[in-house]
């Protein structure tokens, strides 16, 4: 049930807000209108991700415009700097706007076009592509911008989205001219302008209501993955594990609509394919399937010693080191735990201490700790087979060892993707998922760092921030810690497998 607050104090809609409202209109209005319900989850950090890289992107971007003015401070200064900067026919960086509707824009540049007499918008993305999808729609984020402008009394020209151009490497400074890509926006822009204006009315509409059934929300309807970040305030009746993590689509909204959340209670008779079928009869039996012959005879292929590696990995939108590209990461840590037949285990590791020779140091010493013969365990083996194709690019002296090394590669998670299934790994063969049920003696919970995305943001503040010897010296300790247990965390599911 949805009631209008007769006086309802304006509330601003803001570009991040509007993207927020096209994944899901309930959970926009708990944030505004009832934050202390509010739980800030994948989606908004994921928001405040894109929002971070963007503003290092537009940094560089910005440079493109020598006279520009960048602004920054309240809100009510901004708008008013604004209109000032306007009146001069100044480039403008966050040009800052407030329609009468409360609708609020902050445009990453404005530039006055003396050719045309009209004003050129650029909104800058720290991606290398047009993106369209539920989390990142490029056409209506402009399309925002453009409308939030007119309705300012704005007059536009052209409309560009600026991203990065993904076959550029850096060779020297960065050449800016070819760093990024100008796609001229307009015509898109005309054929979403209504639909994107009925969309902001909408959210507007929304922001108006006083008070919203808290009992469900279009998520609902959605895989596990495109769910908002209050999809457990709206939806307790659900198991965090269910039937979305299953099926999609029509299937998904046949079951919701039957009010079939839990995976145990889908029909028998309900149209699933094998892998599907296999999921939920783990979950109704309770029961682990194992083929434990498979899992012996690819066992017995592999040759020792046994080479058990794991990446550690830094990136950023704008390419930091010679050859890069934009948003390649680069690999600054390993863990390797060598296994001997006779069951004895050594650990070498490397954790870069600056950016500039991270990789040139860290295959170094590779190269010295993994010998020419033996299989190399990894968890993923798209990942570090993937960075060593990357590493033989950048360094081609050691192209010859990363491609015996990629070519001894063993993936184990395959092992559990294919052969050992079990109810506890609810769907997923991730080691944070395995590693519970086969070794629960070793955990992430106890460490600093729990995760790569941990692993990278800390590793960034040693080399971009302005920290102290001991922090930093804190920092490694923790980032060794968190590597080398992903590498023992394969010793010791490998042994519990055999």
Not at 348 to 372: H, R, V
Request: aromatic fraction near 10%.
């Amino acid at each position: 049930m949805l009631n209008k607050n007769k006086n309802p104090k304006m509330l601003n809609l803001s570009k991040t807000d509007f993207k927020e409202f096209l994944i899901c209109k309930k959970c926009l209005w708990l944030k505004k209108k009832k934050p202390e319900l509010y739980v800030e989850g994948e989606v908004s950090g994921f928001l405040k991700k894109l929002i971070e890289e963007g503003y290092e992107v537009e940094g560089y971007f910005q440079k493109k415009f020598k006279d520009g003015v960048e602004l920054r401070g309240a809100k009510e200064d901004l708008i008013e700097r604004t209109q000032k900067l306007i009146k001069e026919k100044k480039t403008i960086f966050q040009a800052t706007f407030e329609t009468k509707e409360g609708l609020l824009a902050k445009v990453d540049v404005l530039d006055f076009n003396q050719k045309t007499d009209k004003w050129d918008l650029y909104e800058v993305k720290a991606s290398s592509e047009v993106k369209k999808d539920l989390f990142h729609n490029h056409p209506k984020d402009i399309a925002f911008q453009k409308i939030v402008l007119e309705k300012s009394g704005i007059e536009i020209g052209k409309s560009y989205l600026i991203y990065l151009n993904k076959e550029y490497r850096k060779k020297g400074n960065l050449d800016l001219d070819k760093l990024f890509v100008y796609e001229e926006m307009d015509k898109k822009i005309e054929e979403i302008k209504k639909e994107t204006e009925l969309e902001i009315q909408k959210a507007l509409e929304a922001l108006k209501i006083d008070e919203v059934d808290l009992k469900g929300c279009g998520c609902l309807y959605r895989s596990h993955g495109q769910r908002c970040d209050c999809f457990e305030v709206f939806n307790p009746q659900v198991p965090k594990y269910s039937t979305a993590h299953i099926v999609g689509g029509k299937k998904l909204w046949a079951l919701v609509d039957e009010d079939v959340f839990d995976v145990k209670e889908i029909p028998e008779d309900f149209s699933l394919t094998k892998i599907q079928k296999v999921k939920v009869d783990l979950q109704k039996t309770g029961l682990p399937k194992i083929n434990q012959k498979k899992i012996n005879r690819i066992f017995e292929d592999l040759q020792f010693p046994l080479y058990f590696l794991d990446y550690e990995t830094f990136g950023k939108a704008i390419p930091l080191l010679e050859g890069y590209k934009p948003n390649q990461q680069v690999v600054f840590q390993y863990s390797l735990h060598i296994l001997e037949k006779d069951g004895g285990l050594k650990h070498f590791e490397f954790l870069a201490e600056n950016l500039e020779d991270a990789t040139k140091n860290l295959l170094k010493s590779m190269q010295k700790n993994i010998g020419p013969v033996g299989n190399v365990v990894v968890w993923n083996e798209s990942f570090e087979k993937g960075k060593n194709k990357e590493l033989m690019e950048l360094h081609p002296e050691y192209k010859d060892f990363l491609e015996a090394v990629n070519n001894r590669v063993f993936d184990l998670m395959v092992i559990f993707k294919k052969h050992y299934l079990s109810p506890d790994f609810y769907g997923s063969a991730s080691i944070k998922k395995v590693l519970p049920v086969l070794v629960p003696e070793l955990s992430y919970k106890s460490l600093e760092v729990q995760d790569g995305t941990m692993a990278m943001d800390v590793w960034g503040k040693i080399i971009f921030g302005n920290l102290e010897a001991e922090e930093k010296q804190k920092i490694r300790k923790n980032l060794l810690k968190y590597c080398k247990l992903d590498t023992l965390a394969m010793v010791e599911i490998f042994k519990k497998l055999k």
